[in-house]
T-cell receptor, first 118, second 114 residues
């Protein structure tokens, strides 16, 4: 149980285009989803937290107009990188939890999406 | 505020040797503590967690960790390393109580040599 998927697993795009990444909880209802960014050989940096049906809460320094997050259902959240540039190239990881079933704040992670902007 | 410090960005052990990965935390309230493992180009998998019950926590793949409040530590150990244990390991902390986010350490790359 507690499986989270991401799609696509990797994407290459041209500078200036927008890219959408999907995060799905396959066997549980995710009341909260998180989006992280990970640079090579570094730790995970939380970008934003989204609760189903609410606007995402962004961490300091993360541009909300650049990284659009939608959490329209209990099993799906999307991250759209708008007008992507080479510096947006990174490994993006989502995680999810059901706050009722995860009283200790445990998060279940997706496999990640490798974004390369040319 | 909460934070995690992982001493040693790289640890190398021989196959069959003891694995010890260090994690110290800082939290103004009782913490929940986690160890996650990440294999190349993959997401994170939970190894074990401390949630204020038993201080010695056993996880998957033979790993365990001991919560020591006096030392503010939560070190990860495994008696005998296996080649398949080679990966990146992250310690994370969350404040006790629901709805709180995780703060990750910088990670420790474990290398297992023959």
């Amino acid at each position: 149980g507690a499986v989270v998927s991401q799609h696509p697993s990797w994407v290459i795009c041209k500078s200036g285009t927008s890219v959408k990444i999907e995060c799905r909880s396959l066997d549980f209802q995710a009341t909260t989803m998180f989006w992280y960014r990970q640079f090579p050989k570094q730790s995970l940096m939380l970008m934003a937290t989204s609760n189903e049906g609410s606007k995402a809460t962004y961490e300091q320094g993360v541009e909300k107009d650049k990284f659009l997050i939608n959490h329209a259902s209990l099993t799906l959240s999307t991250l759209t990188v708008t007008s992507a540039h080479p510096e947006d190239s990174s490994f993006y990881i989502c995680s999810a939890r059901n706050s009722r079933d995860s009283p200790h704040n445990e998060q279940f992670f997706g496999p990640g999406t490798r974004l390369t902007v040319l | 505020a909460q934070s995690v410090t992982q001493l040693g960005s790289h640890v190398s052990v021989s196959e069959g040797a003891l694995v010890l990965l260090r994690c110290n935390y800082s939290s103004s309230v009782p913490p929940y503590l986690f160890w996650y493992v990440q294999y190349p180009n993959q997401g994170l998998q939970l190894l074990l967690k401390y949630t204020s019950a038993a201080t010695l926590v056993k996880g998957i793949n033979g790993f365990e960790a001991e919560f020591k409040k006096s030392e503010t530590s939560f070190h990860l150990t495994k008696p005998s390393a296996h080649m398949s244990d080679a990966a990146e390991y992250f310690c994370a902390v969350s404040e006790a109580g629901g709805g709180n986010k995780l703060t990750f350490g910088t990670g420790t790359q474990l290398k297992v040599e023959l």
